[in-house]
T-cell receptor, first 115, second 109 residues
């Protein structure tokens, strides 16, 4: 079974540029999460979806970040006008509602450097 | 303050030594998970442990909800155990995770 797929693997931007990250979750997983992991820190939730609906985006910097999951499968996270403080690894994960086990699966992440 | 705290921040072991990693939390939880991460690598789930003790090879996870703590024990460490270990709290009412800052383990031969 394929895991969670993310692209691109790396991105290097200058401040002010825009970038999009893409995530393909495990087939059948209804819940999809985006986490931001700064260097030497634990991941921090940005936003998560159940099917196409946003469940929690309270930690998403709404002025520059946006995330969509239009058909309840793949998702895109976009940063408009990137800042150096956005330098981090962006991780996507998926899980299935109603399961009480370790089905929580992370992708390999996109490493973003903003210079 | 931080809802999930891990200790120690880093640990250096000689191959064969045992280690105990701690995770303390300050909010109610649905479950606790432990993940392993290599530098630049993805997170690999080690344990999903809402309470009690679970074993997997040389690893043991114990969660005591009443005391708001979880631990990960590594026995007979090997160089391949080197990496970062992260605990994550799954809050009641949802499956979004709150992570600790991690314990970086370095095992030398």
């Amino acid at each position: 079974e394929a895991g969670v797929t993310q692209s691109p693997r790396y991105a290097v931007l200058q401040e002010g540029q825009a970038v999009s990250f893409w995530c393909d979750p495990i087939s059948g997983h209804d819940t999809l999460y985006w986490y931001q992991q700064p260097r030497d820190q634990g991941p921090q939730l940005l936003v998560y979806f159940r099917d196409e609906a946003v469940i929690d985006n309270s930690q998403l910097p709404s002025d520059r970040f946006s995330a969509v999951r239009p058909k309840g499968t793949n998702s895109t996270l976009k940063i408009q006008s990137a800042k150096q403080g956005d330098t981090a690894t962006y991780l996507c994960a998926s899980s299935l509602t109603g399961t009480a086990n370790s089905d929580y699966t992370f992708g390999s992440g996109t490493r973003l450097l903003v210079i | 303050g931080q809802q999930v705290q891990q200790s120690p921040a880093s640990l250096v072991l000689q191959e064969g030594e045992n280690a105990e990693l701690q995770c303390n939390f300050s909010t109610s939880l649905n479950s606790m998970q432990w993940f392993y991460q290599r530098p630049g690598g993805s997170l690999v789930s080690l344990f999903y442990n809402p309470s009690g003790t679970k074993h997997s090879g040389r690893l043991t996870s114990t969660t005591v909800i009443k005391e708001r703590r979880s631990s990960l024990h590594i026995s007979s460490s090997q160089t391949t155990d080197s990496g970062t270990y992260l605990c994550a709290l799954e809050r009641q009412g949802g499956r979004a995770l709150i992570f600790g800052t991690g314990t970086t383990v370095s095992v030398s031969p």
